[in-house]
């Protein structure tokens, strides 16, 4: 059964909030699934992680399902929000 959409681009398609801990303060900081950073709202640091392995590192067709400006600014490692 051919599928329309690809199952490994879900979360980046669609974020999700998650809760991160800020590495200065210690408060709880919002970060979506599709970002690698975000800023406290608490003490103002820019808290950065690694996205693992996803199907844009692979995927001849990544650029096209998640859209240009998305990939470019993934591939990137910036968040884009802030």
């Known amino acids: 059964m ?3 959409t690809c199952p490994g ?3 980046i398609k669609q974020p999700k909030p998650e809760e991160i801990t800020c590495r200065n ?5 919002e ?3 599709d970002e690698t950073e975000a800023k406290c709202k ?10 693992g ?3 844009i590192d692979w995927c001849a067709f990544a650029k ?10 993934l591939k ?6 802030n």
């Open 53 to 55: 392995p996803s199907c």
């Open 25 to 29: 303060c210690g408060k709880g900081v």
């Open 64 to 73: 096209e399902c998640i859209g240009e400006e998305k990939f470019k600014r």
């Open 2 to 4: 051919f599928k329309s």
């Open 9 to 11: 681009s879900a979360e």
């Open 42 to 51: 608490k003490c103002g640091q820019i808290n950065s992680r690694i996205l």
């Open 31 to 33: 970060i979506w699934s």
């Open 76 to 81: 990137s490692g910036k968040s884009g929000k």
